[in-house]
Every structure is written in structure tokens, then in C-alpha cells.
């Protein structure tokens, strides 16, 4: 099984940079996903890293490293919309075990 | 919009009950999850079902089960409802080792 921790809330200020962290335990990876989710509605998938290194996408960036177990998500220029739920998924073969989520709150 | 499909969006039903959620994958995505997530519990894998057969279990309850349909649509049932079965459940569909892409959701509320 996989042990997923991440930040519970994270509070930032419009046009901000903020960071989420996850680190995660598994015997069996085959990548890690990132998704948004506003309340009451579904997961939306944002990125998916399953080499080292950084993917980039528009103001969403997501960083892996699999020696260390570690990810990041990187929101760039919040806005105010950006204010929802982000979950850090783990893949083993092909079962997604995701972490309890980072409530980010972005304040005008 | 994922294109995966769930209803009913709502649904209010009484304890002891059995009810059943539905979801269209999207096209040409042979796999099919399910996850229940409540208040205080994240989001849980309950099963996989893979071009009609299940290929992974999680936490799912002896109450519930599932079934996928040769069109490829899928059937959650859970029955003998209890007032903690209350949560929203989304079904998920895939390609083969793809990225899962999330439906709506079904909100139960066992009264």
C-alpha cells in the first residue's frame, strides 16, 4: 500500500506562487498524478510525472522526484479560482491511491 | 467536461436500502473505477473493472458490488444502507495504464 501525506490547508494571496508538497511510500510506482477538485465536484486532472524532472503547463508546474519520494505542484500567478482541493495520486500498476488533499484558499 | 457520465446526480434513500449508480465511461476507455468520498475520509478506490472484468479490489464493503456491461457501462450496487455509506461517489474512466478522467459524481444521503 502507499502512505501519502500532504499539507492540509495552505492559504495564499492573489497573483502569489504557492507550493504543495507530497511525499509518498510505495513498493510498486508507476506515477504520480495531480488533481484539482472544488467542492461538491469532481477531480479534475491537472498534471502526471512519472520520470524525474519538471512538467510544465501554462501556470501549473509539477516536479518528481522518485529517489526521495517526493512531488510538488507548483501554482503560479493565482487567481482567485485556483481556490479548490488538490490531491496528489499515486499509481501502483494500475490503481490510483490518493492522498487526503491540500485546501488552498487564494485571498484578493 | 471529462465525458464520462453518472446518475443520478442525487440520490435520497432510507437505511436497510439498496440502491444502484450508473456510469457511461468515456468513449473507448475500457476501464472503469469507483471511489466513495465522505467529509471526513478522502478519496477511496473501492473497484476496478476492466473491459467486463474486475481487475482490482480496495476498501470496498461485502454490501457492495459492481459489474461492468458489455457496452462497457458500469453498475455500482450497494445495499443494507447504512447512515456512514452516506457520500459522494464518482466513477472514473481510463485507457489502459492512462489517466483517470473523473464523472460528476453521485451524492447519496442515507436518511
Known amino acids: 500500500g502507499q502512505n501519502i501525506d500532504q499539507p492540509t490547508e495552505m492559504t495564499a494571496t492573489e497573483g502569489a506562487i504557492v507550493q504543495i508538497n507530497c511525499t509518498y511510500q510505495t513498493s510498486g510506482f508507476n506515477g504520480l498524478f495531480w488533481y484539482q477538485q472544488h467542492a461538491g465536484e469532481a477531480p479534475t486532472f491537472l498534471s502526471y510525472?512519472?520520470?524525474?524532472g519538471l512538467e510544465e503547463k501554462g501556470r501549473f508546474s509539477s516536479f518528481l522526484s522518485r529517489s526521495k519520494g517526493y512531488s510538488y505542484l507548483l501554482l503560479k500567478e493565482l487567481q482567485m479560482k485556483d481556490s479548490a482541493s488538490y490531491l496528489c495520486?499515486?499509481?501502483?500498476?494500475?490503481?490510483?491511491?490518493f492522498g487526503a488533499g491540500t485546501t488552498v484558499t487564494v485571498r484578493a | 467536461d471529462s465525458g464520462v457520465t453518472q446518475t443520478p446526480k442525487h440520490l435520497i434513500t432510507a437505511t436497510g436500502q439498496r440502491v444502484t449508480l450508473r456510469c457511461s465511461p468515456r468513449?473507448?476507455?475500457?476501464?472503469v473505477y469507483w471511489y466513495q468520498q465522505s467529509l471526513d475520509q478522502g478519496l477511496q478506490f473501492l473497484i476496478q473493472?476492466?473491459?467486463?472484468?474486475?481487475?482490482a479490489k480496495g476498501n470496498i464493503l461485502e454490501r457492495f458490488s459492481a459489474q461492468q456491461f458489455p457496452d462497457l457501462h458500469s453498475e455500482l450496487n450497494l445495499s443494507s444502507l447504512e447512515l456512514g455509506d452516506s457520500a459522494l461517489y464518482f466513477c472514473a474512466s481510463s485507457v489502459e495504464g492512462g489517466t483517470q478522467y473523473f464523472g460528476p459524481g453521485t451524492r447519496l444521503l442515507v436518511l
Open positions: 510525472n512519472v520520470l524525474d
Open positions: 473493472y476492466y473491459n467486463g472484468e474486475e481487475r
Open positions: 468513449s473507448g476507455d475500457l476501464s
Open positions: 495520486a499515486v499509481r501502483e500498476r494500475d490503481k490510483l491511491s
